[in-house]
């Protein structure tokens, strides 16, 4: 493991406190990058439990996507799937879309109770805790003891600590033939500009497309078709059958991945100078400075160069 960058103690973005004299709680922000597999990860990340206490407002039907329509047609151009299964389905938007095109019998795991009741509301059976190989059994029973046609998960991954347990359960879930569709954060464009602000304590891994195919392979699912869209700051999106067969990680270089780090690490220098000039000129005219919003972005910019 490669040193990518240590941005030091950081709160947690979305935990605003809710008094001036509260307490601020802060966490080590330190990523690593595999020698191996060029993955980056965050080297001790926040425990669940603490991260995501109290965090219920997060609804996926709130957020503008662009690139709904296109993923659905991605999907489906793997023919007739009857059944589905969505890792994350938070308040099931896209069970529902799946319904809508023809998916006969959906259901999801979703450990927010709060958007996984929405779900429900929807008409969708939903488990309420994160996903395990017990959850995947229930499931599967569910389902008349029948495994899934699809497994979706989009946004998710990224914030997934055991990512063997994760695959495991895609695997369980599906039929032989089964697909899975995975889209996340793409952090390349982020990585050649020296893009500190891709940085939130809630992405745990750091996905390319080159990463995130090797990553496929490497757990049995070749790969059909692959899309980037330009979403949440870049995301790449991967639908992949399932195989029986896997391939080892040898599409990535050594040589590669420390080029990678070296230039995230010059870039992100240079970032950092140029931001606090600008922020310090814009100082001295007394112009008032607004991030949009505060989210992952804005608060690792402001805590990041404070």
């Known amino acids: 493991m490669k040193l990518l960058i240590d941005l ?3 709160p947690i973005a979305h ?26 990860q965050i080297a001790e990340p926040i425990d669940p439990s603490i991260l995501y206490n109290g965090f219920n407002f997060n609804f ?12 659905l047609d991605v999907i489906f151009e793997a023919g007739n799937l009857e059944t589905a299964f969505e890792i994350g389905c938070n308040d099931g938007r896209f069970l529902e879309a799946l319904r809508e095109r023809g998916v006969i019998n959906a259901m999801g795991v979703e ?10 509301e929807r008409g969708f059976q939903v488990f309420s805790k994160m996903v395990s190989t017990d959850v995947c059994e229930q499931a599967i029973a569910a389902n008349d003891g029948k495994k899934f046609d699809l497994v979706v998960s989009r946004q998710v991954l990224e914030h997934v600590l055991d990512l063997d347990n994760f695959f495991a359960c895609a695997n369980q879930l599906l039929s032989e033939d089964g697909f899975l569709f995975i889209d996340v954060p793409d952090c390349e464009r982020g990585v050649e500009q020296g893009d500190c602000s891709i940085i939130w304590e809630e992405h745990v891994s750091y996905f390319s497309e080159t990463v995130l195919v090797a990553a496929f392979r490497q757990y049995g699912f070749e790969p059909k078709t692959i899309r980037h869209y330009n979403f949440s700051g870049g995301t790449v999106a991967i639908l992949a059958q399932k195989s029986s067969s896997t391939t080892s990680i040898d599409r990535i270089t050594t040589s590669d991945i420390t080029k990678n780090i070296d230039a995230f690490q010059s870039q992100a220098a240079v970032y950092q100078e140029n ?21 992952c972005r804005a608060c690792t910019v402001v805590n990041a160069y404070r």
């Open 8 to 10: 030091g103690e950081m």
């Open 60 to 71: 996926s039907s709130w957020k503008p996507e662009p690139h709904f329509d296109d993923e």
């Open 111 to 120: 450990p927010n109770p709060v958007p996984g009741k929405k779900a429900e």
């Open 275 to 295: 931001l606090s000039i600008g922020l310090q000129e814009a100082r001295r005219r007394n112009t008032k400075v607004v991030l949009y919003g505060t989210g």
């Open 15 to 40: 935990r605003m406190l809710t008094s001036p004299t509260d307490e601020e709680e802060t966490f080590g922000m330190t990523l690593h990058t595999c020698g191996h597999c060029g993955l980056s």
